[in-house]
């Protein structure tokens, strides 16, 4: 990294994720230099009169950067227990299972606290600090070398055993805590300009959503004469905009999608799922689709043609129904899951692009969110979709505003793309920092 200089001499470490190190760093393991207690089985019930019910972190508590301590789950533990597995503030939390390795330290703890058997708990013994090693592990994992030590083609788990014979490069106590400083600082500002260019992108969201709405609720003329739409949630429309429900601008019903058992995925037709209706771009990506094999009667039945739009009208999540994208073009017959609705409108009526932005735009998705069941999964009522209102321009009208939203769309969508990548370069370039930093490059 050219504003930092290189140490003055060079040892081979032995250890092909490490490289060569400073010659006057130590060539050592894990265990050597620091404690590691593996977490306490679950236990559920007392099994004595002196059992108490104690808070527990486990695996899923320890994000990079951070260990989340909110809301804690209880089990129960004896007083040797909790002596044994207790974890206090400074502690460094690595990942047994699930994501191996991932690590953080524990801060802002204010309530006794124990770990569960999938995350281990490391403290310094000596000429050793858990701060450096904190951010080392952030280097091994980024180097995939857990993948490997941890046989992730099976279920990866992290063992003391394993974690204990990590070979461990060790600068001088005093230099550890200055990288440990050195890293803190930085990253804390990189992580700084990562936020205000996040915030930047949750703007360009905010001002892309605002665009659409105004554009299919308001119409792109503001001199025009407005009417009020008669619909709360609406407000007002062009004076002359007419109002719809959209049963009344469908070419045919509204059809729920085919179900299929796994054992007819893979190949065949392409198959829309939940998870292909995007709201950014309101159009389905045929080139990205599943496929399931189907029966010629379900082809005509749940195929779709240019213009037919999906509607998301079930999920597990309240926050995934309500939305819709439509096909443009396919060199094949395109069929959709039961989760979905497809409509097919009257195209002498509704421009495609115009209707799928109106029922994406944020006040028709709230609208039609609050009218979901969710007494098991979250859905919305194909009646209650079909009568939903739609305000309809002319024709003319109405493709004016879709090319004018892709021209908008796409400008905005170019911004993104910019700041998105600057955030990528930023990210890489705190990791090269962490990497050079760590094993010694500078």
């Not at 959503?209 to 062009?238: N, R």
Request: net charge neutral; glycine share 4%; proline share 4%.
């Amino acid at each position: 990294m050219g504003n930092y200089q290189a140490y003055e001499k060079y040892k081979d470490s032995g250890v092909e994720w490490l490289g060569k190190i400073p010659d006057h760093w130590k060539r050592s393991v894990f265990r050597y230099y620091f404690d590691i207690q593996l977490g306490k089985m679950l236990q559920n019930e007392s099994q004595s009169e002196h059992d108490e019910e104690i808070s527990y972190l486990k695996a899923i508590h320890i994000r990079w950067d951070k260990v989340n301590i909110d809301d804690l789950p209880k089990m129960w533990t004896s007083p040797r227990e909790k002596e044994k597995y207790s974890v206090k503030n400074g502690d460094l939390l690595i990942s047994e299972g699930g994501e191996v390795g991932r690590t953080a330290l524990l801060k802002d703890l204010q309530e006794d606290c124990i770990i569960q058997n999938a995350a281990h708990r490391v403290r310094p013994l000596s000429q050793s600090k858990v701060e450096y090693l904190n951010y080392l592990m952030r280097h091994i994992a980024d180097t995939k070398w857990f993948d490997i030590l941890c046989n992730k083609s099976t279920i990866a788990h992290l063992t003391s055993e394993k974690l204990g014979a990590l070979p461990l490069p060790l600068p001088p106590l005093d230099e550890q805590e200055m990288i440990a400083n050195f890293l803190d600082r930085k990253t804390k500002q990189i992580d700084d300009l990562i936020a205000k260019k996040e915030a930047i992108l949750a703007k360009l969201d905010e001002k892309r959503s605002a665009i659409i709405s105004h554009a299919v609720t308001k119409g792109l003329d503001l001199t025009v004469p407005m009417k009020d739409s008669g619909i709360e949630w609406l407000g007002v429309i062009p004076k002359h905009w007419e109002i719809n429900r959209l049963r009344h601008i469908l070419k045919e019903q509204l059809v729920n999608g085919i179900f299929k058992k796994r054992d007819s995925w893979g190949k065949g037709n392409p198959i829309v799922n939940v998870f292909d209706v995007f709201i950014e771009s309101n159009i389905v990506d045929i080139e990205t689709l599943d496929r399931v094999e189907c029966e010629e009667d379900e082809l005509s039945k749940y195929s779709a043609l240019y213009g037919d739009f999906f509607f998301v009208r079930s999920s597990l999540k309240l926050e995934g129904i309500g939305k819709s994208a439509t096909v443009l073009e396919s060199p094949e017959p395109v069929v959709f899951e039961c989760h979905l609705i497809r409509g097919r409108p009257n195209l002498s009526l509704v421009d495609a692009k115009f209707l799928i932005a109106y029922l994406n735009c944020h006040f028709t998705r709230s609208f039609l969110v609050s009218k979901a069941n969710q007494v098991t999964m979250a859905t919305i009522d194909q009646n209650k979709f079909k009568d939903v209102h739609i305000p309809t321009p002319t024709l003319d009208e109405q493709k004016t505003i879709s090319k004018y939203l892709e021209q908008k769309t796409a400008e905005i969508d170019l911004q993104k793309a910019k700041v998105q990548e600057a955030i990528e370069r930023l990210k890489e370039y705190r990791t090269a920092l962490i990497t050079n930093a760590v094993t010694g490059k500078i």
